[in-house]
T-cell receptor, first 114, second 113 residues
Framework: GAGVSQSPRYKVTKRGQDVALRCDPI?????LYWYRQALGQGPEFLTY????????KSGLPNDRFSAERPEGSISTLTIQRTEQRDSAMYRC????????????FGPGTRLTVL | AQTVTQSQPEMSVQEAETVTLSCTYD???????LFWYKQPPSRQMILVIR??????QNATENRFSVNFQKAAKSFSLKISDSQLGDTAMYFC??????????FGQGTTLQVKP
């Protein structure tokens, strides 16, 4: 596609429910990153993939968070048993190779946990 | 661990004037990249300018330029001829070769007519 897309753009869920956030990177991009951004703050790294391999998941807050990219393209970030503190903007970014510098960000998914 | 600090939470500038946003970072690495991203009210993340640490020449993109001081670990953004559309939150970011971006806290810039 022309850019990074994310769905849904907005998600409201009740505490305790599971949610799945989808990221569709720019076609052919090797690396895919997930970030979380609280209101008024900078994005914080969660995890990233090169192709289908998860390279670093050190930013995932706890074991309720997981991510996958099974075919090296679309990625899903899953949050189990959501809590109110999980409310944030979740952003995905991709870059063309593991060596280039520029990451292109998607529009984000705004998650609200009631 | 790398850290990025933006010490100016808010700034304002008159339209057509020049403004400089500050950013400092801490790292023990020698090869890395630095970025400024713009986040307008729509909350998109828009790349403004990037700098490769091994390049001594400061990056420039139209009205946007940086003052990169590697020894001082400083990376400020200068916006010339400010326009109303420059109103946004600006984030400084550090990137290692793995691509993991580390962002500062952001500076909210208001351009006044």
């Amino acid at each position: 596609g022309a850019g990074v897309s994310q769905s849904p753009r907005y998600k409201v869920t009740k505490r305790g429910q599971d949610v799945a956030l989808r990221c569709d990177p720019i076609s052919g991009h090797v690396s895919l990153y997930w970030y979380r951004q609280a209101l008024g703050q900078g994005p914080e790294f969660l995890t990233y993939f090169n192709y289908e391999a998860q390279q670093d998941k050190s930013g995932l807050p706890n074991d309720r968070f997981s991510a996958e990219r099974p075919e090296g393209s679309i990625s899903t970030l899953t949050i189990q048993r959501t809590e109110q503190r999980d409310s944030a903007m979740y952003r995905c970014a991709s870059r063309s190779t593991a060596l280039t510098d520029t990451q292109y960000f998607g529009p984000g998914t705004r998650l609200t946990v009631l | 661990a790398q850290t990025v600090t933006q010490s100016q939470p808010e700034m304002s500038v008159q339209e057509a004037e020049t403004v400089t946003l500050s950013c400092t970072y801490d790292t023990s690495e020698n090869n890395y990249y630095l970025f400024w991203y713009k986040q307008p009210p729509s909350r998109q993340m828009i790349l403004v300018i990037r700098q490769e640490a091994y390049k001594q020449q400061n990056a420039t993109e139209n009205r946007f330029s940086v003052n990169f001081q590697k020894a001082a670990k400083s990376f400020s953004l200068k916006i010339s001829d400010s326009q109303l559309g420059d109103t946004a939150m600006y984030f400084c970011a550090f990137m290692r070769r793995t691509g993991k971006l580390i962002f500062g806290q952001g500076t909210t810039l208001q351009v006044k007519p």
